[in-house]
């Protein structure tokens, strides 16, 4: 069973940057695509973004061109780079990983605990 721990969230004010990162454990990390996901109070679940096995990345239309997914197989670690962070960006953030992408895509199966991201001046 992979193990994703989440870190890197806070407070930022409107129109800053914040960059979240993901670690997982128990698995062959550079086999598997990997992906966050947000959610927002009193909202569904959603996908923001993930990488590929071989470094192809998708993104949702309302973070493309401000967010970027990136991963270091050498650290089991997956990044989202955050900027021009707006009010409605506020959420938890959560990573997941599978060996398909269309696995995260559908409905991951694994999740880390989270990590909240708070855009307010």
């Known amino acids: 069973q992979v193990q994703l721990v989440e870190s890197g969230g806070g407070l930022v004010q409107p129109g800053g940057s914040l960059s979240v990162s993901c670690v997982a454990s128990r698995i062959t990390f550079s086999s598997y695509a990997v992906g966050w996901y947000r959610q927002a109070p009193g909202k569904r679940r959603e996908l923001v973004a993930f990488i590929t096995f071989d470094g192809r990345t998708n993104y949702a239309d309302s973070v493309k061109g401000r967010f970027t997914i990136s991963r270091d197989n050498a650290k089991n670690t997956v990044y989202l780079q955050m900027n021009n962070l707006q009010p409605e960006d506020t959420a938890v953030y959560y990573c997941?990983?599978?060996?398909?992408?269309?696995?995260?895509?559908?409905?991951?199966?694994?999740w880390g605990q989270g990590t909240q991201v708070t855009v307010s001046s």
């Open positions: 997941t990983a599978d060996r398909l992408y269309e696995t995260i895509v559908a409905g991951p199966r694994s």
